[in-house]
């Protein structure tokens, strides 16, 4: 119990002081560290092999606003306070803002692609001005704001660097392509069955159902709270927090904070199941991960290939890029074993050692950034564009791993 205690506090912390982290995937992408640290001597990057979430989206399910319709009927029969009446404008505002535009990518999404590929440009223009590599080959999924990040991330590519040469890839079109940006396929009906195994493996975890009744919640939205059920109270309090998550990142400019309508509490018991969920593609010490070799391992396997090919004298490619989903790259980073991805702790630690919103959000990325020098081809890890390490192999220097020893080190965990 004091373990639940602490994390409880630690999340409270967390979101008193900023409510929009309790989005968790859906928080806008905001590096806190795009710091180049210095090569060992003689050491130029040449190759970089670039793995991205779409960015910023709008809400991609119109059944989702059937909150609103459940609020006008609530207004309708009197029993919404000024707070409320207050939330349905809101969500009323969202949903006009959202017409038209389910699943796209937003303006903010657009952008925080071309600032990645602009910093990227920025950081490491060796790669970028070999005349003898002027190639880049861009994989995507056949979603449309997948395939529009990938067009932003090379639109500001071409306006640096504009004889760079792509080649576009796209899973719509290419089955073959598919490996490259979501790995093994698994049947929808396979992927349910394994995601609700390990949800209701959560289900039973002491911290994971937080008691939480959303009292200021409904104390500030209904005249009478006692005029509503606690099961439609709970309803209203998880969907309107659904909206909320996408709309702060859709329109931040007119769309309210969540500390107006719930408190740091309700936060934290909103966000804490989507926290959880990311567990199905990390390796645990009490459980195994059903998605992480399929999905992680085998795009992994595609760019350690590529990597291989790039590596060639005769290569003329400068950069390789692939844009999904984050359920296809949270398992990519894991098999990859980043400290970040937690691996090694047991699964009821995951909330307190696991902030989705900083690791999984739009855009999130993952860049190896490759160099050349008197001694073996060397590669440096970047997790959203902070470099980073790997759990249980040493790097030569700093955080510049040999790509020989990280390789058997990959082999190692994908068996």
Same mark, same amino acid.
């Not at 990057?45 to 609103?68: D, N, Q, T």
């Not at 009292?215 to 709270?225: C, E, G, Q």
């Given at each position: 119990?004091?373990?639940?205690? !602490?994390?409880? %506090?630690?999340? =409270?912390?967390?979101?008193?002081?900023?409510?929009?982290?309790?989005?968790?995937? =859906?928080?806008?992408?905001?590096?806190?560290?795009?710091?180049?640290?210095?090569?060992?001597?003689?050491?130029?990057?040449?190759? *970089?092999?670039?793995?991205?979430?779409?960015?910023? $989206?709008?809400?991609?399910k119109e059944r989702e606003f059937y909150v609103v319709d459940?609020?006008?009927?609530?207004?309708?029969?009197?029993?919404?306070?000024?707070?409320?009446?207050?939330?349905?404008?809101?969500?009323?505002?969202?949903?006009?803002?959202?017409?038209?535009?389910?699943?796209?990518?937003?303006?903010?999404?657009?952008?925080?692609?071309?600032?990645?590929?602009?910093?990227?440009?920025?950081?490491?223009?060796?790669?970028?001005?070999?005349?003898?590599?002027?190639?880049? +080959?861009?994989? @995507?999924?056949? #979603?449309?704001?997948?395939?529009?990040?990938? #067009?932003?991330?090379?639109?500001?590519?071409?306006?640096?660097?504009?004889?760079?040469?792509?080649?576009?890839? +796209?899973?719509?079109?290419?089955?073959?392509?598919?490996?490259?940006?979501?790995?093994?396929?698994?049947?929808?009906? %396979?992927?349910?069955?394994?995601?609700?195994?390990?949800?209701?493996?959560?289900?039973?975890?002491?911290?994971?159902?937080?008691?939480?009744?959303?009292?200021?919640?409904?104390?500030? !939205?209904?005249?009478?709270?006692?005029?509503?059920?606690?099961?439609? *109270?709970?309803?209203?309090?998880?969907?309107?927090?659904?909206?909320?998550?996408?709309?702060?990142?859709?329109?931040?400019?007119?769309?309210? @904070?969540?500390?107006?309508?719930?408190?740091?509490?309700?936060?934290?018991?909103?966000?804490?199941?989507?926290?959880?969920?990311?567990?199905?593609?990390? +390796?645990?010490?009490?459980?195994?991960?059903?998605?992480?070799?399929?999905?992680?391992?085998?795009?992994?396997?595609?760019?350690?290939?590529?990597?291989?090919?790039?590596?060639?004298?005769?290569?003329?490619?400068?950069?390789?890029?692939?844009?999904?989903?984050?359920?296809?790259?949270?398992?990519?980073?894991?098999? *990859?074993?980043?400290?970040?991805?937690?691996?090694?702790?047991?699964?009821?630690?995951?909330?307190?050692?696991?902030?989705?919103?900083? !690791? !999984?959000?739009?855009?999130?990325?993952? %860049?190896?950034?490759?160099?050349?020098?008197?001694?073996?081809?060397?590669?440096?890890?970047?997790?959203?564009?902070?470099?980073?390490?790997?759990?249980?192999?040493?790097?030569? %220097?700093?955080?510049?791993?040999?790509? +020989?020893?990280?390789?058997?080190?990959?082999?190692? $965990?994908?068996?």
């Amino acid at each position: 119990m004091r373990i639940l205690f !602490i994390l409880l %506090q630690l999340a =409270l912390g967390v979101f008193e002081k900023n409510p929009e982290l309790s989005a968790g995937n =859906l928080y806008a992408y905001s590096p806190l560290d795009t710091l180049v640290s210095k090569a060992p001597a003689g050491y130029k990057p040449f190759y *970089i092999s670039h793995m991205a979430r779409h960015g910023s $989206r709008y809400l991609s399910k119109e059944r989702e606003f059937y909150v609103v319709d459940t609020l006008a009927a609530w207004a309708d029969a009197g029993l919404l306070a000024p707070d409320g009446l207050e939330l349905l404008e809101d969500l009323r505002m969202f949903r006009s803002i959202t017409e038209g535009r389910l699943g796209a990518l937003t303006a903010l999404g657009a952008a925080e692609h071309r600032q990645i590929s602009s910093r990227m440009l920025r950081h490491y223009p060796e790669v970028f001005s070999d005349r003898n590599r002027r190639h880049v +080959d861009a994989y @995507s999924t056949e #979603s449309k704001r997948v395939m529009a990040s990938r #067009s932003s991330f090379i639109s500001e590519m071409w306006r640096r660097v504009p004889e760079m040469e792509v080649s576009l890839y +796209d899973a719509k079109t290419n089955p073959e392509v598919w490996v490259n940006v979501r790995g093994e396929k698994m049947s929808y009906s %396979q992927q349910k069955k394994l995601r609700r195994a390990f949800d209701r493996r959560c289900e039973k975890l002491p911290g994971y159902n937080t008691g939480c009744t959303y009292t200021a919640f409904a104390s500030r !939205i209904l005249k009478d709270p006692s005029s509503v059920s606690q099961k439609r *109270i709970d309803w209203m309090a998880e969907n309107s927090f659904k909206l909320f998550k996408t709309g702060r990142t859709t329109n931040p400019d007119t769309m309210p @904070s969540m500390g107006k309508y719930f408190s740091a509490e309700e936060l934290y018991a909103l966000w804490l199941p989507g926290c959880y969920r990311w567990g199905r593609y990390i +390796d645990f010490k009490d459980c195994k991960s059903s998605f992480l070799k399929p999905y992680g391992g085998e795009i992994l396997k595609c760019l350690i290939g590529d990597a291989d090919e790039a590596l060639g004298e005769d290569s003329h490619t400068a950069a390789t890029i692939r844009f999904s989903h984050d359920t296809y790259l949270m398992p990519f980073m894991s098999a *990859i074993g980043f400290e970040e991805t937690v691996p090694g702790i047991s699964l009821a630690e995951l909330p307190e050692r696991f902030p989705d919103y900083r !690791i !999984i959000c739009p855009g999130c990325n993952v %860049q190896f950034i490759f160099y050349r020098g008197d001694g073996p081809v060397l590669v440096k890890l970047l997790l959203n564009e902070k470099e980073s390490r790997v759990v249980g192999l040493e790097p030569v %220097q700093g955080c510049y791993y040999s790509w +020989d020893a990280l390789k058997e080190y990959f082999k190692r $965990r994908l068996r």
